[in-house]
């Protein structure tokens, strides 16, 4: 049976299952070098023998012996571009095998690739070091040889793969899931993908260009900028790719990332670029881009000592005042072309503050090179929340500009938990503003230099561009005497011309007053908003009128998504071309849903540029291997075949989370177990323990003074012939003293025998002291034991479920390989062309329901306003004065 081709949703599910085993040793920003370390060996190794498998069957075509063959798959000539020349002691077939100095072997391997492919790899592996120290220790040989094994589970030849650029995917998913994991620390090598993007389309990059990121981290700008051309339809295999890198690490990741997504050719340098720009032309002057794109880390120092090429700053920032912003964007000012253009982040201070940047920034306008400034919300990046923003810098005309272009975009984004995002229809609008470079109220406008230098060329962009939601307006007469004004609810136009009737099912208009409405009956508090809105028919109508729009569309455009798989018999423009799909689909929608109004424009593109975003592996492994089960997710398989093992994990998985949530919570300070759950803080376990072995030795001790003194006694009351004679002996019996029960009762008893028998004993006061205290010891150890032994279930039913829950897991994906392996191409692509459809009228969906859920709150923002007038509040408070006056009098308050 032919094994199915790698996924990019099972290769990333592999690479995070490789960070579980270092998860718990280190932070994000420590191992992300070990797993980038360990892909690329595995990759280079699978390459490797991939290319000897060719290379031998050339070699044999032409009639060489294999003794001559053995020679020419030793010579490192023969290894080129993405292959790369591996010794025997760097090859997986040895490293697979480590089990002692597992770091050391490692280390060993990726220095001997290094050595034999040095033009390409100087210096990338030998700064990885598996036997660097976390904390006190390094990291044992277990858990790297465990390490290695999860990679053993990972095919890394060409023809592993689903489509040909996977592997730079899942690179890219690592990249952004190690900086979601290191919190600040990932601005130093990561700028996220939708910041990058604008950046990108405002600097239009074309084929044949050469394109420059002097700040490139881990090298997104660059990459995004091949894949934009892709898109555009243009020829990628001749643009240039420069960057440079002051970290070692980042730099180190940046090559690789290169590698791995096919972009050999890079030139990435390792310098600080103020001090030291490392790519030259053959004159010895700095080598000139077409296009520059860079987010430089903000608001460095920087030094001038032996800085080369000074002439680059036409004005200097101070070396101590983190002021080094503006020094980056002369720097790439620099060495742009005269018609060239760059796009550069920057922090907000930079467009207003005084001093030698208030200088540079005149110098950036009156020359004519600043094009555009564009305001970004605030937010988005790893490590600040201040808000950023973009300089646009062309040379292009730039002597004749007399306007810069502000854009303030910061109120257009999506909350995330810990940072925010720009969507793709506020991506569309900031470049579309650019590029049609027109005015847009409260969006975007073209200020004349003139006006920026009477305002001291300050730069601040709500100087000139205001976005500031008008003032809530407030009608006096309403609040008073009842009614929400007609001019408020006119001001919902879009809702009412798109719900047809639900602004009459809301309101009625006032028979005395044509200037206010009342809420209709339908709408008796403010609750009961939602539920109206929601099942007013012509909400619903709407909604399914645009979504038979965007099924008549699917419909009309799946025969060009049916044509992306390759067939040999149906050669298509858009047969294997994601991009190109990409390209006529999205002009396709836009054209289609244009007429609509519920939608914007831009949100009708965005929408499907991030239905796109979301599918793109998928449409990728659609074009290159075709139709394959691999495709279906195994959640879709297993809903479909094996419900009941979905549910059980599931109500593990919940019953699991609840333990968690328990666990977690018991260990806050103001922790209570008021519903008695049995939990217990992790330091009172250990303080629990601590006094059950207290308590235990305790009671043993009494236990032995009882034995000793009870028995004393007994032998007294024998001597003195006080035993009674019809007295059963065994009763008294020492021999029981083993179970301290029975002690504890015999003792008991000998005592109650000693006073029937009037005998006066010494050891009696020390019997019934040890008792006593044996007793107590005993019953406080058990309360103990109990409350350790509820907490000890739980724990124990956590674990158990854990092991359930990866028992299952092993489980259900030998059951969806099974019924996978039984799924033929054709059902797989009815099943794949639904779960398409099904995602796209899903993206539609909740667009479709965030603009219902806006109608809600502007409805209920009128409720709130409105509904109860300033005379009903009063008439409530002389309500509720005259009926505390009551109290009081009958209280003989007068």
Known sequence: MTLAKLTLTRLENLLLTACDDLRGNMDASEYKEY??????????????????????????????????????????????????YVPPQAHWSAVKHLKENVGTGLNKALEAIEDHNIDALQDVLKGINFNRKIGQRTLDDDTLADFIQNFEKIPLRDEDFEFPDLLGSAYE?????????????????????????????????????????????????????????????GDDSDISFYGQEKMGTTWSICKMNMLLHGISHADIRQEDTLKNPDHLAENGELKRFDR??????????????????????????????????????????????????????????????????????????????????????????????????????????????????????????????????LRPEDIDKIVQAYREGENVPAYARLVPIDEIAKEDYNCNIRRYVDNAPPPEPQDVYA?????????????????????????????????????????SNAIADKRAIAAQVSAFSGVIERQQTFMQQVEAWWQENLP???????????????????????????????????????????????????????????????????????????????????????EKMQQDSARLAELQALFAAADEEDFDDSEETGVLPGNEVKSLKEELKSLNADWKAQLKTLKAAASDIFTEIKVAGLLPKSANKNYYCAEGFGLQDVVFANAQRILDLAQQTGLQSEWTVIVEQALDAGQLAKTLAEAVEKRLEAHKKLEDEARALKA??????????????????????????????????????NTYQAYLRADQRQCVAAIENLWCKYAVTAKQIEAERDQAAEELKAFLVELGYE
């Open 804 to 841: 359930d829950i990866r028992a299952i897991e092993n489980k259900q994906q030998e059951l969806v390989e099974q019924a996978r392996a039984n799924i033929s191409n054709d059902e797989a692509r009815a099943v794949i062309i639904e779960r398409l459809r099904q995602s796209l009228m």
């Open 35 to 84: 797993i980038f370390g360990m892909l690329f060996l595995k990759r280079a190794s699978d390459l490797f023998d991939q290319r000897c498998e060719q290379l031998r069957k050339e070699l044999q075509e032409q009639g060489l012996s294999e003794a001559d063959i053995a020679e020419e798959l030793k010579d490192i000539d023969n290894f080129s571009g993405k292959y790369f």
């Open 292 to 421: 520059v794109l860079a987010n430089p880390p903000f608001s460095q120092n920087y030094t001038k000592k032996d800085m080369k090429f000074p002439g680059r700053f036409a004005v200097a920032m101070p070396e101590k005042g983190k002021k080094a912003d503006l020094m980056f964007v002369q720097h790439m000012l620099s060495v742009l072309k005269a018609d060239g253009k760059l796009a550069s982040v920057m922090p907000h201070g930079v467009l207003f503050r005084g001093g030698e940047e208030r200088e540079a920034r005149k110098y950036f306008i009156t020359k004519g090179y600043l094009e555009a400034v564009i305001g970004l919300p605030g937010n988005l990046f790893y490590g600040t929340g201040i808000p950023a923003c973009i300089l646009v810098m062309n040379k292009a005309g730039a002597a004749e500009r007399k306007q810069v272009l502000f854009i303030n975009a910061d109120r257009e984004y999506k909350e995330g938990k810990a940072q925010n995002f």
């Open 173 to 233: 998913y690592l990249i952004k899931y190690f900086a979601d994991q290191a919190g600040k620390k990932a601005g130093e090598f990561y700028t996220p993908a939708e910041v990058v993007r604008v950046c990108v389309e405002i600097c239009d990059p074309q084929p044949n260009m050469s394109v420059y990121d002097p700040t490139v981290g881990s090298g997104g700008m660059l990459i995004q900028t091949r894949d934009y051309i892709r898109e555009c339809g």
């Open 560 to 646: 060009f998504i049916a044509a992306l798989a390759p067939d040999p018999e149906n050669q298509s423009e858009l047969m294997g071309n994601v991009y190109a799909l990409r390209r006529a689909l999205l002009k396709s929608i836009g054209i289609a849903l244009g007429a609509q109004n519920l939608l914007t424009d831009y949100q009708v593109r965005g929408a499907f540029a991030n239905y796109i975003n979301l599918l793109k592996a998928d449409l990728k492994s659609i074009a290159a291997s075709g139709w394959g089960p691999e495709l279906i997710p195994d959640h879709d398989i297993l809903i479909s075949q094996f419900p009941e093992v979905l």
């Open 479 to 519: 609040h008073l005497h009842g009614g929400v004004p007609s001019t408020e609810i006119d001001a919902l136009a879009h809702f009412w011309d798109n719900y047809q009737g639900l602004r009459e099912n809301c309101f009625i208009p006032r028979a005395d007053n044509a200037k206010y409405h009342d809420f």
